[in-house]
T-cell receptor, first 112, second 113 residues
Framework: SQQGEEDPQALSIQEGENATMNCSYK?????LQWYRQNSGRGLVHLIL?????REKHSGRLRVTLDTSKKSSSLLITASRAADTASYFC????????????FGKGTTLSVSS | DTGVSQDPRHKITKRGQNVTFRCDPI?????LYWYRQTLGQGPEFLTY????????KSRLLSDRFSAERPKGSFSTLEIQRTEQGDSAMYLC???????????FGPGTRLLVL
């Protein structure tokens, strides 16, 4: 079963706007990761946030984690057409991080 | 390019046939993972290897599925007596031991007719 659930399922914005997607999960986690998948391709790791962290930045990406609410958000600022993709959150249930449990993803469409 | 590679990229087969997919991980990565992704869903964990040992298998990995990593380098995933429900993208990923990030290959898209 899916551990994480992303919201919204689909998001359409204009270039230059910010995109925010959320992820909720069910059990305690060691870390939470966000991946991007372009249509029909493999996944690309974007950013990882550990359970003892609340916020993390990487370029135009900002991730927050609220362990009390079991939720995370991914903000993409100043979006570009190339950001069009599906975005998945993934949690590792154990410290070894062997099995990643993915949500169903948010499909982002950025139009120019 | 030294990323994870998968072969073939696409496979069309008839129900009942056997298929085999190959994954070549990043060369220094000891761990190798297989995931399955159906349309509109996130990837689902199937199994993982640490070196040549298969250490964890999901309940999704039925008896018709078998994975090997004989020399601790490349891995194969075989599906016997394919069914239409096996149609999916099969993704391979690799990591170092203790590494939290998994690096994914481009996937093999399987269509069972």
């Amino acid at each position: 079963s899916q551990q994480g659930e992303e919201d919204p399922q689909a998001l359409s914005i204009q270039e230059g706007e910010n995109a925010t997607m959320n992820c909720s999960y069910k059990t305690s986690i060691n870390n939470l990761q966000w991946y991007r998948q372009n249509s029909g391709r493999g996944l690309v790791h974007l950013i990882l946030i550990r359970s003892n962290e609340r916020e993390k930045h990487s370029g135009r990406l900002r991730v927050t984690l609220d362990t009390s609410k079991k939720s995370s958000s991914l903000l993409i600022t100043a979006s570009r057409a190339a950001d069009t993709a599906s975005y998945f959150c993934a949690t590792a249930l154990n410290q070894a991080g062997t099995a990643l449990i993915f949500g169903k993803g948010t499909t982002l469409s950025v139009s120019s | 390019d030294t990323g994870v590679s998968q072969d073939p990229r696409h496979k069309i087969t008839k129900r009942g046939q056997n298929v085999t997919f190959r994954c070549d991980p990043i060369s220094e990565h000891n761990r190798l993972y297989w995931y399955r992704q159906t349309l509109g869903q996130g990837p689902e964990f199937l199994t993982y290897f640490q070196n040549e040992a298969q250490l964890e298998k999901s309940r999704l990995l039925s008896d018709r599925f078998s994975a090997e990593r004989p020399k601790g380098s490349f891995s194969t995933l075989e599906i016997q007596r394919t069914e239409q429900g096996d149609s999916a993208m099969y993704l391979c990923a690799s990591s170092i031991i203790g590494g939290e990030t998994q690096y994914f290959g481009p996937g093999t898209r399987l269509l069972v007719l």
